[in-house]
């Protein structure tokens, strides 16, 4: 697992790298909703009634965005955090994420939006997956043999991939495709 140690205590802030390079990775809370079915829903925007729901405890959540803000491109999103009120520790694991989007996909969530659809309760809350598409890993906190607690998308903006650029872009020191004229 390449996520923070402590991400499950829902840090202010926690040190990520990217290309070699430190960045450092600042708290926003995007909102709160409330789980009374034990199902929240992670997945691709355009693609979320394909994707089986996650069993977790009722209750009231959080949802923590993760941001790093790059000097020239601005805030990029880094992780996803969705926390339940009283988070009491367990053990982080995988989480497998069922899908009919990308049914040959099993290890994350398949985003070909560039965005992810977090939907609990009655709400419905879309973040933009970072640097864009891609299969983004989740890391789930539970007590041995219950639902999880909490969740964690990772962005993955660590990877570095390989992507194709325009004559008119180039790549900053982190590697990530910018204007040549910045």
């Not at 355009?46 to 009231?60: A, C, D, E, H, R």
């Not at 069922?98 to 099993?106: C, G, K, L, N, V």
């Not at 891609?134 to 906190?141: A, E, I, K, W």
Request: glycine share 8%; proline share 3%; charged share 20%.
């Amino acid at each position: 697992m390449n996520i923070p140690e402590n991400i499950f205590d829902c840090p202010d802030k926690f040190q990520s790298e990217r290309n070699g390079l430190k960045i450092n990775c600042i708290k926003d809370v995007i909102g709160q909703f409330k789980v009374e079915n034990y199902k929240i829903t992670v997945g691709d925007k355009l693609g979320i009634s394909l994707f089986t729901p996650v069993k977790m405890i009722s209750g009231t959540y959080q949802i923590v965005k993760y941001v790093w803000n790059h000097d020239i491109v601005g805030s990029i999103n880094v992780g996803i955090l969705i926390r339940h009120e009283k988070t009491i520790g367990g053990s982080k694991k995988c989480v497998q994420i069922m899908q009919t989007y990308a049914p040959h996909i099993s290890d994350g969530i398949p985003v070909d939006s560039a965005c992810i659809s977090i939907i609990g309760g009655n709400k419905c809350f879309d973040i933009e997956s970072g640097l864009g598409d891609g299969v983004y890993p989740v890391y789930g906190l539970k007590k041995f043999l219950s639902k999880y607690n909490s969740i964690y998308i990772d962005l993955m903006i660590w990877n570095v991939r390989r992507v194709i650029i325009t004559d008119d872009s180039k790549f900053d020191k982190y590697q990530i495709a910018v204007s040549s004229s910045q």
